[in-house]
């Protein structure tokens, strides 16, 4: 009876052993990104308390651009990152 459990452990610390990560092959090439995609979002524009219509139409236009503008940059970002990685999508 000993021995049937000391073969027992040794058995189950060698199936522990046996696991082996998988291998994960290196992207050689060189990867070369613009300072663009090292630049920050740029903060949106802030009203002052009694703005104009003018002011506050010229504020919404430049929010947008400046939102389109970071959002492109989020959409590239993700592209290097899934290119670089050779990951897929997730589909839900």
Same mark, same amino acid.
């Given at each position: 009876? @000993?021995?049937?459990?000391?073969? &027992? +452990?040794?058995?189950?610390? &060698?199936? /522990?052993?046996?696991?082996?990560s998988?291998?994960?092959? /290196?992207?050689?090439?060189?990867? $070369? &990104?613009?300072?663009y995609?090292?630049?920050?979002?740029?903060?949106l524009?802030?009203?002052? $308390?009694?703005?104009?219509?003018?002011? !506050? !139409?010229?504020?919404? $236009?430049?929010?947008?651009? +400046?939102?389109?503008?970071?959002?492109?940059?989020?959409?590239?970002?993700i @592209? +290097? +990152?899934?290119?670089?990685t050779?990951t897929?999508?997730?589909?839900?």
């Amino acid at each position: 009876m @000993k021995t049937t459990c000391i073969t &027992l +452990i040794f058995s189950i610390m &060698l199936l /522990g052993c046996a696991h082996t990560s998988p291998t994960v092959v /290196g992207n050689n090439k060189p990867v $070369i &990104l613009s300072e663009y995609v090292y630049e920050p979002c740029k903060s949106l524009n802030t009203l002052p $308390i009694e703005a104009s219509f003018e002011v !506050l !139409l010229e504020s919404y $236009i430049n929010n947008i651009a +400046i939102y389109t503008d970071c959002k492109n940059k989020q959409n590239n970002s993700i @592209k +290097i +990152i899934r290119e670089l990685t050779n990951t897929v999508k997730e589909t839900k």
